[in-house]
């Protein structure tokens, strides 16, 4: 009678102690799992924005050629203050890099707006910083 008494109750505490270090240790998978998907989410986002920062850009800049009447500097200045206006989500929106190329802007010619910004994910320690970058080219329409 004693020797059932404590297999019953012995053998359910040590079963107990083992779904106690189980469950600890599936719920750190899940969420080291979980924060990797939301740091690819976020990554996707953050590309997703750049190429669309570098398209918008040069969308602007071939709008704003040499018979617009504006010059190329304050063009270029124009184009990174409308991207980084836009850089909703962003840690620090002062850290998206705009570059713009053109050889000459007159009508005819290409813009170029390259645009980059350097990811820090919350695993750093395992993946490093990752940089995002965009390049999109239009001809100068004005």
């Known amino acids: 009678m004693i020797s059932s008494f404590h297999s019953i109750f012995c053998g359910t505490r040590r079963r107990a102690g083992n779904a106690i270090l ?4 599936c719920l750190l998978m899940f969420l080291t799992i979980f ?13 997703n924005f750049v190429s669309y920062g ?3 850009g040069a969308r602007y800049a071939s709008t704003r050629g040499s018979l617009s009447g504006i010059s190329k500097t304050d063009t270029e200045s124009q184009i990174v203050t409308l991207i980084r206006n836009q850089a909703v989500g962003f840690a620090d929106a002062s850290q998206v890099s705009v570059t713009t190329t053109w050889p000459d802007n007159t009508p005819g010619n ?3 707006v390259a645009v980059s910004y350097r990811i820090t994910p ?7 910083n990752i ?5 999109s080219t239009m ?4």
């Open 110 to 112: 290409t813009v170029t």
């Open 22 to 25: 189980e469950s600890g240790l």
């Open 35 to 47: 924060i990797g998907i939301m740091e690819f989410g976020m990554g996707v986002y953050y590309y």
């Open 54 to 56: 570098a398209r918008e």
């Open 139 to 142: 001809p100068i329409a004005q």
């Open 122 to 128: 919350l695993l750093g320690f395992v993946l490093g």
């Open 131 to 135: 940089t995002v970058s965009a390049n």
